[in-house]
């Protein structure tokens, strides 16, 4: 498919990153070629909404390449950002469970590489391969657990602490391996909603961070100077 709806869809690359997604890993080399001319693969600028709040659960997406954030959007218009999306993550799941509309936006952070699969060919998939669903089923526990270790941080871990955990978070799945955050299109803003706290809040913890030579922050690049530390910091 071409235009702005979609990419034209080069099936092995997209199937090379499902294969590294233990949800599809279990269908095998042929299940996998078969998902991935079953979707549509397309590419997205940065600040594109992929799936809008609101709108109804019709796909399962994986992110094949990129940043994206997951953003919810209060009755008043204030956004806050509840996760971060880098390569191989899915998202939407939970619509395609209850029917309900999307609960939260999906923008791109960075310039992006995302593959959609119908909700029809994922149950029809489920039914011929009842590993998958065991796998979806076990995706959806790792997002409860995820979900209670932020709530735990929230409990335990002072701001410092939580802005520590989440700086090497970043730098582990969407960075690079010299320890280098890159954050275009991410917002001090964007931050503290990850860690349930105000900007100005946050932007005083990354400067105690920055004294005491834990970080160093250039524009919208921090570079983890410290890693071990940090860990410490961030109870790891």
Do not use: C
């Amino acid at each position: 498919m071409n235009g702005r709806g979609g990419v034209p869809q080069d099936v092995q690359p997209v199937a090379a990153v499902l294969a590294e997604i233990p949800l599809f890993r279990v269908l095998g080399e042929s299940g996998i070629l078969s998902t991935a001319r079953s979707g549509l693969a397309r590419r997205y600028r940065p600040g594109q909404i992929i799936i809008h709040q609101g709108d109804p659960g019709e796909s399962l997406y994986v992110l094949l390449d990129g940043l994206a954030k997951v953003v919810f959007t209060t009755e008043h218009g204030d956004e806050i950002v509840l996760n971060m999306l880098g390569r191989g993550d899915t998202f939407g799941e939970m619509a395609l469970l209850d029917g309900s509309p999307r609960s939260a936006s999906v923008v791109t952070v960075r310039p992006a590489w995302v593959f959609a699969l119908p909700r029809a060919r994922l149950l029809e998939m489920m039914r011929e391969h009842p590993g998958l669903a065991d796998e979806f089923l076990r995706m959806l526990g790792h997002m409860v657990r995820r979900l209670t270790d932020q709530a735990a941080d929230l409990a335990f871990l002072d701001l410092g602490g939580r802005l520590a955990k989440l700086l090497l978070q970043l730098a582990d799945r969407h960075g690079r391996t010299d320890a280098v955050v890159d954050l275009p299109g991410l917002t001090q803003s964007d931050l503290a909603a990850l860690i349930g706290a105000s900007r100005p809040a946050v932007n005083r913890a990354l400067q105690s961070l920055a004294a005491r030579n834990l970080i160093a922050i250039e524009g919208r690049t921090i570079t983890l100077l410290d890693v071990v530390a940090l860990r410490k910091r961030g109870g790891l």
